[in-house]
């Protein structure tokens, strides 16, 4: 197993292609079911009679899907400790059946914590889009990275 990703291997500009990942009606009428149970979410009319145009994703459905690439296409191949919140998040597009979302993080800057000598906070800017390139969210957070070696 290579070896985890670690705050020192991080630095501004990098980018880390985060995989794709194809949102089905049903998936969109299940997730919309339990945690976002509007209208224009569970049903095609509803969603063709408002500003959505269609039966479309719940942001949050959006952001967990994304959030799922994150976890499988960088955070579990590094030291990430989690992270103290989300600094910005943007729902641009609607997300509707049958889109493949790409998802990529880049890398802002990262900063030393005299706190948590161990830890360094890594910020990242995570974007999707769908099949026809165009951006559906955005969103921008810190994440905690341990490091190889505490500074001394």
């Not at 799922?68 to 296409?73: D, H, N, S």
């Not at 103290?84 to 030393?112: R, Y």
Request: hydrophobic content about 40%.
């Amino acid at each position: 197993m290579p070896d985890l990703l670690h705050f020192e291997d991080f630095a501004p500009g990098q980018s880390y292609d985060l995989g794709s990942v194809q949102v089905s009606k049903e998936d969109i009428i299940e997730f919309a079911s339990e945690f976002d149970p509007q209208d224009f979410h569970l049903n095609e009319d509803a969603g063709r009679n408002s500003m959505l145009g269609g039966l479309a994703a719940s942001g949050w459905h959006t952001a967990s899907l994304v959030m799922r690439l994150l976890a499988t296409g960088l955070l579990n191949k590094s030291t990430g400790r989690g992270s103290p919140g989300i600094s910005k998040l943007k729902w641009q597009k609607p997300v509707s059946p049958g889109d493949i979302l790409t998802a990529v993080a880049e890398v802002l800057e990262t900063k030393d914590l005299r706190s948590k000598p161990d830890l360094g906070l890594v910020f990242v800017r995570v974007t999707a889009t769908n099949q026809s390139g165009t951006q559906v969210i955005l969103w921008e957070n810190p994440i905690l990275f341990q490091k190889r070696q505490a500074d001394q």
